[in-house]
């Protein structure tokens, strides 16, 4: 019985050997070499220490080794800890620290530049890296053993994979936090297999199937590219990062791929419609299109439907229950403007809604989404207390114990059963599907000696969801230029948390508590 992650790779590995399971660029992995370089990999990192339970982070760009990777380290019993090739090296080393990883897959470039501390951050302190871009290692960094690629392939594959229990965890996931210190969101394996057990067999996977990898692995969305893909026997194809930048080159590869399954942001399908020549392209082998982490305006979905004769898809949930609803959109009358619907639990899950007085939300009725069922998270690393707010014991009557999640998310349910979403409970806000705490953006905005306020907002926008301005106070005034304030962002929070707009003030205003009061901003 199939039970763990790791066990996907091996079984399908048995039935479709030489089958393609990855396929990036030129670079084409069988199954069988999946599991053979997974394996040697695997071997490395446990002649290198890695234990049960040791997390290990994930470090480079795109490619086909990020699969291999993944499995390696579940296969040694490892946690994978995948880490924003993009972030400044700061947030990454704060991370490592924060995670307690002693073991790194790196590509040469991306650990010499973690490596390179200063005095305000650090070299983290790291037992061995393994580059998966150098053929031996290079000297010159401060990690006790660095392993090339080369020392890699001449070992022979771990003898079976890790054994485990399906509580264990698999992987954890940094997303933002409000203090300024992102959070780990852990996923175990029972949470995992929740979503690729009912993603499998929702969408009727199987080994003709060609799935896109547009998310990168700190995405939640790249649970389903990878481990879905993998137990149905099909292929995955990462989309390289480059191409995220070049609508026009985004929907070619659509095509030129055979792309079957496709899944990303609203934001990435906006672009492709608006400035990708979309229309223009046949896509006869699309068959489904998956779209979550954010709101997607009505008025271009319709007209990406039109282009893509496939099935469509909204899922939806935190990273903290990876998808708890989902809803199928069939039709858009040429007069709607709401977004559609966020839709019902999704197999094996419960949600519910309460409204402010703590009762079920009745129809019509706004109230914070709950999850419950094996697919919901483990808690936060190291964080007990952000982890009791969030993960809660049920408020509802129950004759045994049990937790369930705290999503945040305001929602609305509708006669006919399905969940309509309205917004964010906190100040988590969504922009080009990553979910971003304000708080984080203000903490680093702080950090600059001559920011004496700020504030920070979101302004809705039909294409990414949310557009970030910053509203900024200094000492002395005219200190700082809104290029100032981006380039001091940029070495502190990933590209994406960056404020588009910058607007300087001479003070912030107040509430009647004292607070800065934001609505009045917005």
Known sequence: MIYLLHHLLPESASRFPDRTAVRFGEDRL????????????????????VKKGDRVGIHFHKSARSVVAVFAVLKAGGIYVPLDPNSPRARIARIIEDCGIRHLIASQEKLGALMAGTPEAPAPALDAAFLVDSETAEPGTSVKRVVGWGEVEKLTPL???ADGVDGDLSYILYTSGSTGIPKGVMISHRA???????????????????????????????????????????TVVPVPERLSTFPVRLAEFIRDQRITCWYSVPSALTMMLLRGNLAKHSYPDLRLVLFAGEVFPVKYLREVMRCFRASFWNLFGPTETNVCTAYEVTELPEDRTEPVSIGKAIGNYDVFALNNRGEIAAVGEEGELYGRGPGIMSGYWGDVEKTDRVLVPNPLPAPFEERVVRTGDIVV?????????????DNMVKSRGYRIEIGEIETALYGHAKIT????????????????????????????SALDVQQHCRSRVPKYMIPEMVEFRDVLPKTSTGKVDKQSLK
């Open 30 to 49: 069988t199954y069988a070499d999946l599991e053979a370089q997974a394996g040697r990999l695997a071997a490395a990192l446990v002649e290198a220490g």
């Open 159 to 161: 003898a079976g994979p």
């Open 192 to 234: 995992a297999f929740a979503f690729v057990n009912w993603t499998h067999d929702a969408f009727g996977m199987s080994e003709r199937d060609v799935v896109s990898n547009h998310a990168p692995l700190h995405f939640d969305l790249s649970i389903f590219d990878i481990f879905t893909t993998i137990k149905a026997g099909g």
């Open 413 to 425: 349910l509708e006669a006919d059963g399905n969940y309509t979403y309205r917004g964010r409970r």
């Open 453 to 480: 306020e700020a504030a920070v907002v979101a302004i809705p926008d039909e294409e990414v969801t949310n557009r970030l301005k910053a509203y900024v106070v200094t000492d002395p005034p005219g200190a700082l």
